[in-house]
């Protein structure tokens, strides 16, 4: 039978990790005098409390290892959860809008698809640009890390991981795959 709790673990990671992210468009709108700041706060803590909820509710199961049916739950609960998470300071600030229109673009940008629904960027809070932008920015090196880094560390193979992502690879992932992620990471920080 298949235990979900480190699946939720890992969830839960990974939503306290997006809603700290929510901290810096807060900062910025702060800084600007934007009362859009309040809508990046109220996301930001109840991102960090749900994420760490689940996390302490699910700390015990943690194990050194996923089987490969953890490892699918655990692709399509990170894409359907969070996109969720990520919507909120889009729709309780500004633009405000809708939960298809927030989750449409929270999704465009942790897939770093680059579409929009979204009208009239120019004219939006700092922040907000700003959250777009880390979205994309977290979409687009968040999949070699996660493969090359920390799944590994997990005793999780990254070959599962990529063949649940629909990679089929014949070769082996370097041996020394966490350090070559830790290296596009820094590079992929410097660059951008």
């Known amino acids: ?8 673990y890992v969830i839960g990671l990974l939503t ?9 468009p807060m900062a910025v709108d702060l800084y600007d005098a934007d009362p859009n700041w309040r809508s990046f706060a109220l996301s930001s803590f109840v991102t960090v409390i749900v994420g760490a909820a689940v996390t302490l509710v699910c700390r015990q199961a943690r194990r050194p290892g996923l089987s490969i049916h953890q490892i699918f739950l655990l692709t399509t609960l990170t894409w359907a959860v969070l996109p969720v998470f990520a919507a909120i300071p889009l729709m309780t600030g500004a633009p405000a809008a809708s939960l298809a229109d927030g989750v449409f ?22 922040g907000t640009l700003l959250w777009r932008g880390l979205l994309q920015w977290m979409g687009g090196v968040g999949i070699i890390v996660v493969a090359l ?8 193979g990254g070959m599962q991981f990529f063949r649940s992502e629909g990679f089929d690879t014949l070769g082996k992932i370097l041996p020394r795959a966490a350090e070559i992620a830790l290296s596009i990471s820094w590079i992929y920080l410097v660059l951008t």
């Not at 039978?1 to 939720?8: I, Q, S």
């Not at 306290?16 to 810096?24: A, D, E, N, R, S």
């Not at 880094?149 to 999780?156: G, H, R």
């Open 149 to 156: 880094a920390f799944l590994p560390t997990m005793k999780v």
């Open 1 to 8: 039978m298949l235990d979900p709790r480190p699946v939720f």
């Open 16 to 24: 306290v990790l997006l809603g700290l992210f929510m901290l810096p």
């Open 105 to 126: 673009e929270a999704m465009s940008g942790l897939t770093t698809t680059g579409s929009t629904v979204f009208a009239g960027l120019d004219y939006l809070p700092r």
